[in-house]
């Protein structure tokens, strides 16, 4: 079992930035790969960035150049790095850790972004 938890959401001015960070607990040996998916109102849930155990990492083309996932030797934590943000990027962002022998997907409780004038 992982139990993820998000924090560093909230209200920015369009061209701001925030930082999110997912603490990681229990069996993180076993996480592959985490990352940030977002789901904005009425629209399917996304992948923002992902990082692996190895460090490796993949962007959303929209959010490229703009956004930096990172993360500590353990991959217990897991940070966003959201610059130069825009309104279109206002959703609630998920925390997610997958396990690649299980095939196993965990989720944490989300976190509010919300970029606005």
């Known amino acids: 079992q992982v139990q993820l938890v998000e924090s560093g959401g909230g209200l920015v001015h369009p061209g701001g930035s925030l930082r999110l960070s997912c603490a990681a607990s229990?069996?993180?040996?076993?996480?592959?790969?985490m990352g940030w998916y977002r789901q904005a109102p009425g629209k399917a849930r996304e992948l923002v960035a992902e990082?692996?155990?190895?460090?490796?990492?993949n962007y959303a083309d929209f959010v490229m150049g703009r956004f930096t996932v990172s993360r500590d030797n353990a991959l217990s934590t897991v940070s966003l790095q959201m610059n130069s943000l825009k309104p279109e990027d206002t959703a609630v962002y998920y925390c997610?850790?997958?396990?690649?022998?299980?095939?196993?997907?965990?989720w944490g409780q989300g976190t509010q972004v919300t970029v606005s004038s």
């Open positions: 997610n850790a997958h396990i690649l022998a299980l095939d196993k997907n965990y």
């Open positions: 229990g069996t993180i040996f076993s996480i592959s790969v």
């Open positions: 990082i692996t155990v190895g460090g490796s990492t």
